[in-house]
């Protein structure tokens, strides 16, 4: 097992002081990283006390070291998971080999597309998150975005790494525009368009830890299967921090539900406006914002057919997320996959492709399957609570904006529809400005440990075995 050297300028696990040159290349980085940090990040709590999750090593003893910790303060840092002895390309045309220490450079321009796109998302979303923290429900909750922001540093120093590591001068200028481009920006917004999206509520952010960060999953998953040794042991480290974030969104998710139960019990009624008279969230208003989300989480994986796709996973870059245990055909030479597609006379047409160009869509499938997991959790809470209603995930066709089902208008159930039928009806489909004018008089900060916000009931335990109402910030 490798310890992570905190003694360095740059805390380690990949002997950065035995290359001078890459740790100077990375020292000089790491400042710009703190300008941004301080620029973008949640500065305006940089000198408050945080009750942060910190990595000293790498193993299951290690990479959950609890302590109280100012934010810019944090050591970021490049932890990769251990070597798993004699590793070989677990799928597609070098299937069996030897992994690769170094990029072939054959496939140097595929893989650092891929990078860049990762490496991207990370300084993205703390972006969109900046301002959340004057409006937090809770300490737990407030401490618990400063622990995804500081994570969410970290997958971008994952990135940088490689970048630098492995990709030359090249690496260093794609390195140092992911720190230029920025979430929402008009001349250089962030690559993928979720990322662009304005994270302006804690609604919005749960919703986007429970389906954009699964996204993170199902890509960091895929990327821990690659050829290239390093890509796979940094996106593996970097799976054991993603889960929180999940459970951040499906937690916080859950626990709106359950706050919403209870208000609609008290009242004595599921309508809308007595829900929201108590100053809690409406379930058609939760619906809403799920519809929007899930459609725009969809669009992270690609085009449902992919000739990018069919070379990534031919030339053993990209993998299926749990490849090994989950396929059985590694190579998928000849397989197909049956897509559905618009027909062009505002129908819905089977196609065949090959399965290699349908990966996008493999992987989307099986992140629509895990998205339902929560959902039908909150569903028996709401049947428990005697109530009809019932949450949904849209169709995959719904308000697509990549691939084949891009601006094609479809209802909630992915049916073509009349473009001004789509217009009449999504304002009732997708949060509306009164909806969000709502959702924002909601956000009330709540900083008294232990208190919770009227709209979300408290978690059902602390962080790290430690009380509910333990002083996760200290906001001195
Ligand atoms: N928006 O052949 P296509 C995370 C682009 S989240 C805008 O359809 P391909 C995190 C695509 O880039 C995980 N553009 O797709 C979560 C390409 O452009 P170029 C992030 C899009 O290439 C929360 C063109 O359309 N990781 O970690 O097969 C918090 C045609 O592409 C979009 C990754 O995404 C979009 N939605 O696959 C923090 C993994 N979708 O290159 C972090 C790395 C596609 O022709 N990325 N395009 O200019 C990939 O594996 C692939 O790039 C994609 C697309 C899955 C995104």
């Not at 799976?239 to 969104?249: D, K, P, R, Y």
């Not at 399957?369 to 005697?386: P, V, Y």
Request: proline residues 5%.
């Amino acid at each position: 097992m490798s310890t992570i050297d905190y003694s360095e300028k740059i805390p380690n696990n990949v002997d950065l002081a035995n290359d001078k040159t890459l740790q100077r290349a990375l020292e000089h980085w790491q400042p710009r990283f703190l300008d941004w940090w301080r620029e973008m990040g949640p500065n305006d709590f940089a000198s408050v006390d945080v009750y942060l999750r910190t990595a000293v090593g790498v193993d299951a003893q290690g990479w959950a070291h609890y302590g109280t910790v100012k934010m810019p303060d944090y050591r970021w840092g490049i932890f990769l998971a251990d070597p798993i002895a004699d590793r070989t390309i677990g799928f597609g045309d070098s299937f069996g080999q030897p992994v690769w220490q170094q990029v072939p450079g054959e496939f140097r321009s595929q893989f650092r597309r891929l990078i860049v796109t990762q490496g991207d998302t990370e300084p993205a979303s703390v972006e969109q998150q900046h301002r959340l923290g004057h409006t937090c429900p809770s300490l737990y909750d407030l401490r618990n975005l400063f622990q995804i922001n500081v994570e969410e540093g970290r997958h971008l120093w994952a990135m940088v790494y490689i970048l630098h590591a492995y990709f030359g001068r090249d690496g260093r200028e794609e390195a140092g525009e992911l720190l230029a481009r920025h979430s929402g920006d008009v001349d250089k917004p962030r690559i993928l368009g979720t990322f662009n999206e304005p994270i302006e509520d804690w609604l919005s952010f749960f919703c986007f830890c429970y389906f954009t960060d699964r996204d993170g999953k199902f890509q960091l998953k895929s990327l821990a299967e690659s050829s290239f040794d390093p890509l796979a042991r940094t996106c593996r480290f970097m799976l054991t921090e993603e889960a929180h974030h999940m459970f951040v969104g499906e937690t916080g998710l859950g626990r709106i539900v359950r706050r919403t139960l209870e208000v609609m019990k008290e009242a004595g009624s599921d309508d809308p406006e007595a829900v929201r008279r108590q100053g809690a969230v409406d379930l058609p208003l939760l619906q809403r914002y799920l519809n929007f989300w899930f459609s725009s989480s969809l669009d992270l994986f690609g085009s449902e057919v992919s000739s990018n796709a069919a070379t990534t996973f031919a030339n053993g870059i990209k993998g299926r997320p749990d490849e090994m245990t989950q396929y059985q055909d590694h190579v998928c030479a000849d397989s197909t996959f049956e897509i559905e597609i618009p027909d062009g006379k505002g129908g819905v047409m089977k196609d065949t492709s090959p399965m290699r160009n349908a990966m996008n869509e493999v992987l989307r499938d099986a992140y629509i399957r895990d998205c339902e997991i929560g959902l039908k959790r909150w569903n028996m809470q709401i049947k428990r609570g005697g109530h009809k209603f019932e949450l949904k995930l849209p169709s995959n066709r719904f308000r697509r904006a990549i691939g084949a089902w891009a601006n094609i208008p479809t209802d909630l159930e992915g049916r073509p529809i009349d473009r001004e039928e789509l217009d009449r009806l999504l304002p009732g489909w997708l949060p509306s400005a009164s909806d969000k004018a709502f959702v924002r008089s909601l956000m009330q900060r709540v900083v008294e440990p232990g208190k919770m916000a009227a709209w979300i009931a408290p978690p059902d335990r602390g962080i790290n075995n430690l009380a509910v109402d333990y002083e996760y910030v200290r906001l001195n």
